[in-house]
């Protein structure tokens, strides 16, 4: 029996809800096509219990799997902007401070 990841066992919650989402956002794609399961497992080069498995949104499924499928219902693009830096807006909070700390320590600050 293969073992599972860690990291699957310790997701959060809201990362596994987001998740299942996507299953199942895929599977009303699949389903609007009028796909049947076995089609789309043959497009994904995937068994239909994996296909199944992915519209249920489970995180062994490959990442790889669940990118063919955006990109079978042509929103791969979606996928590349999950962690767009633009959008990150802790790491934007985090340098916004550095830079302000770096401001109130240098010498012209002082002169003010």
Known sequence: MPQVASALETMPPAAATAL????????????RRKQPLRAWAARLDVSVPTL?????????VSIGVYA??????SRHEALGAAADPKEDVAALENEISSAAQRHRRSPAARKG
């Open 20 to 31: 299942r989402k996507l299953g199942a956002d895929l599977a009303t794609a699949r389903k």
């Open 52 to 60: 199944m498995k992915m519209e249920k949104g489970e995180a062994a």
């Open 68 to 73: 063919t499928a955006l990109w079978i219902i």
